[in-house]
T-cell receptor, first 114, second 109 residues
Framework: DGGITQSPKYLFRKEGQNVTLSCEQNLNHDAMYWYRQDPGQGLRLIYYSQIVNDFQKGDIAEGYSVSREKKESFPLTVTSAQKNPTAFYLC?????????????FGPGTRLTVL | GQNIDQPTEMTATEGAIVQINCTYQTSGFNGLFWYQQHAGEAPTFLSYNVLDGLEEKGRFSSFLSRSKGYSYLLLKELQMKDSASYLCAVTDSNYQLIWGAGTKLIIKP
């Protein structure tokens, strides 16, 4: 079955630690995205990548970093510089431009900072 | 600024019809999406409107009026499994996707 996987589903982190969230897709999609979702707010774009070895900052990139070394993979690192990292993180992909293509989402990772 | 407004929460009865509204103010418009999201899960695609009018897909329909900056999602013959949040998202002139905060729909028997 084709789809997007994210791991782990739940993640706990101590303050001051970096943590990496995994996102893998076997849909052969070119574009991948990372969103953050907080209660009562819409999805906010952290980073996106439209092609391997290239990525762009979204609206809230500070304190986060990404890489896109393979088409299938787009890991997100939450660094200690992110002041309020507790949130639900969603990875998504599209076959092309997001403007007219539906986004396919992974199951999400819920990150809690202790 | 760019803004998408949806009601925070709505309640409806099983078997009934409910309309979830979405109004938007964005720099340009290149399409509007509706997604369904069950609690703790990923959003799933419901519909896409780029031209004015009604798009029907089974029990769900989506309407768009570009001149009014307005869309609605219509759910018929409500089932308990329709209890979820419904997210409205608009693509602006820069082809960036702007998301609303979502409407939590509660279905009562």
């Amino acid at each position: 079955d084709g789809g997007i996987t994210q791991s782990p589903k739940y993640l706990f982190r101590k303050e001051g630690q970096n943590v990496t969230l995994s996102c893998e897709q076997n849909l052969n999609h070119d574009a991948m995205y990372w969103y953050r979702q907080d209660p009562g707010q819409g999805l906010r774009l952290i980073y996106y990548s439209q092609i391997v070895n290239d990525f762009q900052k979204g609206d809230i990139a500070e304190g986060y970093s990404v890489s896109r070394e393979k088409k299938e993979s787009f890991p997100l690192t939450v660094t200690s510089a992110q002041k309020n990292p507790t949130a639900f993180y969603l990875c998504a992909s599209t076959p092309g431009e997001v403007s007219y293509n539906e986004q396919f989402f992974g199951p999400g990772t819920r990150l809690t900072v202790l | 600024g760019q803004n998408i407004d949806q009601p925070t929460e709505m309640t409806a009865t099983e078997g009934a019809i409910v309309q979830i509204n979405c109004t938007y103010q964005t720099s340009g418009f290149n399409g509007l999406f509706w997604y369904q999201q069950h609690a703790g899960e990923a959003p799933t695609f419901l519909s896409y409107n780029v031209l004015d009018g009604l798009e029907e897909k089974g029990r769900f329909s989506s309407f768009l009026s570009r001149s009014k900056g307005y869309s609605y999602l219509l759910l018929k013959e409500l089932q308990m499994k329709d209890s979820a949040s419904y997210l409205c998202a608009v693509t602006d002139s820069n082809y960036q996707l702007i998301w609303g905060a979502g409407t939590k729909l509660i279905i009562k028997p």
